[in-house]
């Protein structure tokens, strides 16, 4: 055990010295500030279109828009469709059924 956790550290401290000798590892993290000087007001990295242009969908953006939208209205209807499979329920339709078999089913709903 101590000898894979010796030759497993031995992996981490050369991965490390490699990393800094290529010139990674030294500087910023994933949220750093990057090398853009400022916001551009650009989203996703595509250009404005000119004034009066309309923009066109990729490929891929109608199956995919159309998909989501069939699953929300597939689970929407489905789940509200969906039998009561409480615990609570079955209880009480077996109480009144024995309630009823006693003979005093129309007694105990009023």
């Known amino acids: 055990m101590q000898r894979a956790m010796k030759s497993s550290g031995g992996l981490v401290r050369r991965a490390l010295k490699t990393q800094v000798r290529r010139g990674g590892g030294g500087g910023g993290s994933w949220f750093g500030p990057g090398t853009q000087e400022g916001p551009n007001g650009v989203l996703f990295n595509e250009t404005p279109l000119a004034p009066g242009q309309v923009r066109r969908w990729e490929d891929w953006e109608l199956p995919y828009y159309f998909t989501g ?3 929300i209205l597939i689970l929407t209807v489905g789940l509200s469709a969906k039998p009561d499979t409480r615990i609570e329920t079955w209880a009480r339709k077996q109480a009144l059924e ?5 003979g005093m089913g129309e007694e105990a709903e009023a």
Not at 98 to 102: K, M, S
């Open 69 to 71: 939208i069939a699953t």
């Open 98 to 102: 024995r309630l009823e078999a006693a």
